[in-house]
């Protein structure tokens, strides 16, 4: 695909709102498709769009490669060439996978493998709050109200403001490292030192801290940023909390998608037991406190 029709996506995508991360992968996916297709975009068939999702299918791409497909390809024709895309495609279903999460005891062990203050502290944020990595970077100063004991996550995942809570553990260890990096309201909070003027951490040196935390402390699966919002969001069912409570935390527009986290954190509520059991124990305890009632039982029955 040439570069005209890149710059032209990105263009009308920002004008509709979408993110730069989005406009990557609708690009990334219409080169894709004329790379295979070589046709002229006004010259396309609806046999071509449907051999070339064949040709995906055919090869086992999964469902929601296929989805971003589809939907890069629809955006492409109705946003950008301002054609009616006639052809009906299909929204693959996508299995449901429940989310990776860490142990409290992974947590506790991850964090303890990080030495370096500043890099702890990132992770233990990323953790504590249930943020995305891209959110965590973009943190500024200003984003903090310690009084109230919380934050602003600032235009996140579909440009909403949410709240956060700042981890009352955290409080002192903030405000000292924002006294320490002498940090202005507008400054990012994490920023790379090598950067001038002055630019937000990368996502990849956040991962590269975590991959070194693994390695180190001998954690066998693989740790991502986004499993720490995993793990924040399953521990927080886990301590006892709704999914209610949860919702606005994550930024989530429904509960049926926070519901997820009470399949991950099913795990600890087999502790909990059947009424039936409960109907037992206390048929037990009542005997117990009844002793004339076994006697009774015990007794031959006059007639």
Not at 14 to 28: E, I, P, Q, V
Not at 179 to 204: G, T
Request: overall charge positive.
């Amino acid at each position: 695909m040439n570069m005209d029709l890149t710059t032209q996506i990105t263009k009308t995508g920002l004008r509709r709102g979408l993110s730069k991360n989005t406009l990557a992968t609708y690009s990334h996916c219409v080169e894709k498709f004329f790379r295979i297709c070589r046709k002229n975009p006004y010259e396309l068939r609806k046999q071509d769009i449907l051999e070339f999702m064949d040709k995906m299918i055919e090869q086992n791409v999964p469902g929601n490669t296929l989805n971003v497909q589809i939907n890069a390809l629809k955006f492409f024709y109705q946003e950008v060439l301002h054609r009616r895309l006639t052809i009906n495609l299909p929204i693959q279903k996508v299995p449901r996978r429940l989310p990776h999460f860490l142990e409290k005891e992974d947590v506790i062990q991850l964090l303890a493998q990080i030495t370096n203050p500043k890099h702890k502290l990132m992770i233990t944020l990323l953790y504590g709050t249930g943020m995305r990595v891209s959110e965590l970077v973009h943190l500024k100063v200003k984003d903090f109200f310690f009084l109230a004991g919380y934050g602003w996550v600032r235009q996140g995942k579909g440009k909403k403001d949410r709240l956060f809570i700042i981890p009352e553990i955290l409080h002192e260890e903030l405000m000292e490292y924002i006294k320490q990096q002498n940090l202005a309201d507008e400054d990012w909070l994490f920023s790379s030192w090598k950067s001038r003027p002055q630019q937000s951490y990368s996502d990849q040196s956040i991962r590269a801290i975590l991959n070194q935390a693994r390695r180190t402390g001998n954690l066998r699966q693989h740790i991502h940023p986004h499993m720490l919002r995993h793990s924040f969001a399953t521990h927080f069912i886990q301590n006892g909390y709704s999914p209610l409570e949860l919702q606005p935390l994550l930024g989530h527009s429904k509960v049926e998608t926070t519901m997820i986290y009470v399949h991950c954190a099913a795990l600890r509520m087999l502790r909990v037991k059947s009424p039936l059991d409960s109907l037992a124990e206390r048929k037990l305890a009542y005997v117990r406190a009844s002793p004339e009632i076994i006697e009774r039982s015990s007794s031959p029955q006059l007639l």
